[in-house]
């Protein structure tokens, strides 16, 4: 099984909702991965987990809360957000952050905040 | 200037042409990665390559190490191919630096 997988594909939410994105692998993987990425733009790295534990927090809003509450489930919980938020929410995974490995990318969750 | 130069941002081709999408980078990289992403979100690594050149059906991606520098070309183009091409390394570990991608139409 070489597939990231992400639920769910579309979410519509209001700035004073509480909502979760899941993402799940079952690769083995220990690095997993959240990235937000805007319309016509690349990717932007949010949170790197590494054997379960948040490795890296690119100065991402408190709105924002990343768990990993195993080695195969990445979730990332929101609360409070704001329309600029909106945007296509890519997961993503490899064998260990520090090695030089490609990354899985799921197909995304597509947020619109309202 | 970004560290990750992408060219061109656009490209409209043909049905059948060969194709050249080119990326320069200005880091010392453990890894180039080239990714493709159709519309709708989901994205694929087509390659991951620290030296010489990888091939793929249709596709090839090359790279020279001492310019800084890698081309993605895609032979006998197809409608299909039509996707946002990115360019990406790794510097250590597993963590992407993208360039800005590059708009891939190839008409019937």
């Known amino acids: 099984d070489t597939e990231v997988t992400q639920t769910p594909k579309h979410l519509v939410m209001g700035m004073t909702n509480k909502k979760s994105l899941k993402c799940e692998q079952h690769?083995?993987?220990?690095?997993m991965y959240w990235y937000k990425q805007k319309a016509k733009k690349p990717p932007e790295l949010m949170f790197v987990?590494?054997?379960?534990?948040?490795?890296i927090n690119e100065s991402v809003p408190s709105r924002f809360s990343p768990e990993c509450p195993n080695s195969s489930l990445l979730n990332l919980h929101l609360h409070a957000l704001q329309p600029e938020d909106s945007a296509l929410y890519l997961c993503?995974?490899?064998?260990?952050?520090?090695?030089?490995?490609?990354?899985?990318f799921g197909p995304g969750t597509r947020l619109t905040v309202l | 200037k970004n560290e990750v130069e992408q060219s061109p941002q656009n490209l409209t081709a043909q049905e059948g042409e060969f194709i050249t999408i080119n990326c320069s980078y200005s880091v010392g990289i453990s890894a180039l990665h080239w990714l493709q992403q159709h519309p709708g979100g989901g994205i694929v690594s087509l390659f991951m390559?620290?030296?010489g050149k990888k091939k793929h059906g249709r596709l090839i991606a090359t790279i020279n190490i001492q310019e800084k520098h890698s081309s993605l070309h895609i032979t006998a183009s197809h409608p299909r191919d039509s996707a946002v091409y990115i360019c990406?390394?790794?510097?250590?570990?597993?963590?992407?630096?993208f360039g800005e991608g590059t708009q891939l139409t190839v008409n019937p």
């Open positions: 990406a390394v790794t510097a250590s570990g597993s963590r992407l630096t």
């Open positions: 390559l620290s030296s």
């Open positions: 987990y590494s054997y379960e534990k948040l490795s």
């Open positions: 690769m083995g993987h220990r690095a």
């Open positions: 993503a995974s490899s064998q260990k952050l520090e090695l030089y490995n490609e990354q899985f």
